[in-house]
């Protein structure tokens, strides 16, 4: 099959610049994820890679399972060995293989929203803090939003000291930390992170998926936050076949984190980066396109 029949110079482009790392700058309606998938069945089928060392990232499993329907379209089958998913559903994966290397069970539960309002506010009764003052939903909104940019209770509680309240909350955060892994249990924005500190803390782990990994990429790039971009880099740094896609003017997730620096600083953390811009529409009407 020809991989690069039908689409613009462009796409074709990001399809046939295979080694190396590439950012793909992709407006609205522009064919991005077709570009993906034709780049992942070229890599496949033209290249000779083998299929399990492929990672490619997505933000939802809608994405990753219609990402994974058009390979397997392309390829006849051919996919079962591809990693592709979610951030969290990849770091589960590798956790559940190595987390007892940083001092949890691999039989780890993974905490759900109640699970973590029940923990927070035994953590709460625990420090004989108010109830009325310190709410359960807002204290873990500012935990996750703490995990998102790495930053651990101690960091949080020496840079708050003089705030009463505020240092409050660090040592919500480390007893609710405490208690977390007492039970050896994770909850969802630990997934990430604690990937990225398994990675530090064993170069031999990280060194096995760096290997395995000769190709990555990741959609919607510009919606990644901090321990997102972390475990990116860390795993891309040995072939440097990072390929990211997405659009500095569609980033949505600021409220959860996202960092647009990642993608506007992604050249000078990846140097020799190919930049190629996809700008033609195939989704919009006429009408929407002259305004």
């Not at 709460?124 to 996750?144: F, G, H, P, Q, V």
Request: charged share 25%; with cysteine; glycine share 4%.
């Amino acid at each position: 099959m020809d991989y690069i029949k039908g689409l613009n110079d462009r796409q074709q482009e990001a399809v046939l610049h295979t080694e190396g790392p590439l950012l793909i700058l992709a407006g609205a309606g522009s064919g991005k994820t077709r570009v993906l998938t034709h780049r992942i069945a070229y890599l496949i089928e033209k290249k000779g890679v083998f299929p399990g060392n492929i990672l490619a990232i997505t933000f939802t499993n809608k994405a990753a399972n219609e990402m994974k329907e058009r390979v397997a379209n392309l390829l006849k089958g051919n996919v079962e060995d591809i990693w592709m998913g979610t951030f969290h559903s990849v770091c589960v994966r590798i956790l559940r293989w190595n987390i007892d290397k940083i001092g949890f069970e691999r039989s780890f539960s993974i905490y759900d929203r109640d699970d973590q309002i029940t923990l927070m506010k035994d953590c709460i009764k625990e420090l004989n803090l108010s109830k009325e003052y310190y709410k359960e939903r807002s204290i873990l909104s500012t935990i996750s939003s703490l995990k998102d940019s790495m930053t651990s209770p101690d960091s949080y509680i020496n840079e708050n000291y003089s705030d009463y309240y505020s240092r409050n909350v660090g040592e919500l955060y480390a007893l609710y930390e405490k208690k977390l892994k007492q039970s050896n249990a994770l909850d969802f924005d630990d997934l990430i992170i604690k990937t990225v500190e398994l990675f530090k803390a064993n170069p031999q782990v990280l060194d096995y998926y760096q290997k395995k990994f000769r190709y990555i990429f990741v959609d919607e790039f510009q919606d990644t936050n901090k321990s997102q971009y972390e475990l990116v880099s860390l795993l891309a740094q040995r072939y440097k076949n990072l390929c990211v896609v997405g659009d500095d003017d569609q980033s949505i997730y600021g409220w959860r984190g996202a960092d647009i620096t990642n993608i506007l600083n992604f050249e000078k953390d990846f140097p020799n980066t190919k930049i190629i811009k996809l700008e033609q529409n195939y989704r919009s009407t006429q009408n929407i396109l002259d305004v």
